[in-house]
């Protein structure tokens, strides 16, 4: 039977740290995590905390785990609130291990949905178990993206030539990086991938840079700092490739870091990855992002005023 963690199940997760597969790659080589750290906060919190750990003992030992995004709705904008992946325990090795998984899975997303989430996303990789088990359980592949690794060097040459328009991240400067998202990714991607930076949103975001022209966003650089690295998110506008070699080594000459950096380049900003490996960074693997949607379960149907005098009247007929 799967269930919540309960403090009977420290045991559990003891053993089966070292076997869990990642459903979160970039978040988790990033920042890494501490699946009974928190999974003993959700059990304190009650249901509070953004993860929700489940645990099967009867049959396979096995846990999964999954964290809830900030809800970003606001008065004015209605947005979708999501949930990720981040990881299952053990790898499955036979059909009742991959059983297991999909049976996981599947009272993860139903938790997801009674909590709110609107849609579940996976960073998963391209070659592994779960980019095969996860079709099974509903979700759909929406993109790839290469996952890139830039090792911090001391040599590294900075740019430096002053790039026209590049400067540091302004707290007014929110609403032109979204609509610049907005118009470089796919409608149809543009959820997971918003759910996914959510995620990085977890850690720090330590420094920022936009490349501005004509008072809008054309390009934006994000660094979020873990425990392992730290995470690069690069977004350009496609007429503005011939000078992203350029920016990428004026921010990285600037911004002094010795250990890893990470940067995922999504499918449709392709062109950025030999820019990369110019500067140095290597290919670390293919990951696959998917996304399933729920049903939000309703606790207590409204009905508005009119309506139910409708109803009323349709009764006493």
């Known amino acids: 039977m799967i269930r919540p963690f309960d403090i009977r199940d420290v045991g559990v997760l003891q053993r089966l740290h070292a076997h869990a597969r990642p459903l979160a790659t970039q978040m988790i080589v990033v920042g890494g995590i501490h699946p009974l750290r928190e999974a003993m906060r959700s059990y304190v919190a009650g249901g509070r905390d ?60 139903a938790g997801a949905a009674e909590r709110g989430a609107h849609h579940i996303v996976a960073d998963v990789h391209e070659g592994g178990i779960e980019a095969q088990i996860l079709p099974v ?16 060097r001391r040599d590294f040459v900075l740019n430096d030539e002053p790039v026209a328009g590049l400067r540091p991240v302004e707290r007014n400067d929110a609403p032109l990086i979204r609509a610049l ?23 720090n975001v330590q420094r920022g840079f936009v490349l501005v022209r004509s008072n809008e966003v054309v390009g934006h650089i994000g660094f979020w700092h873990g425990r392992r690295g730290r995470a690069m998110q690069c977004l350009f506008r496609p007429e503005y490739e011939e000078i992203a070699g350029a920016v990428l080594r004026r921010v990285l000459g600037t911004v002094h870091y010795r250990r890893s950096t990470y940067c995922c380049v999504r499918s449709y900003q392709s062109w950025l990855a030999p820019v990369l490996t110019e500067l140095g960074f290597v290919h670390v693997s293919s990951n696959q992002v998917m996304m399933r949607h729920s049903a939000p379960r309703v606790q207590a149907p409204v009905w508005s005023v009119a309506l139910r005098g409708r109803r009323l009247l349709a009764t006493d007929d």
């Open 50 to 109: 953004p993860v929700l750990c489940l645990v099967e003992r009867e049959g396979i030992e096995a846990f999964g785990m999954l964290r809830m995004l900030p809800d970003e709705s606001s008065a004015e904008v209605a947005r979708p609130r999501g949930a990720a992946l981040l990881l299952a325990a053990p790898s499955p090795r036979d059909e009742d291990g991959a059983h297991l998984w999909m049976l996981l899975v599947q009272e993860l997303t």
């Open 137 to 152: 359980c509903g979700f759909v592949p929406m993109f790839q993206q290469e996952l890139m690794k830039h090792v911090g």
């Open 181 to 203: 998202h907005i118009r470089c990714a796919p409608r149809l991607t543009w959820a997971a991938e918003s759910s996914l930076d959510a995620l990085l949103g977890v850690m």
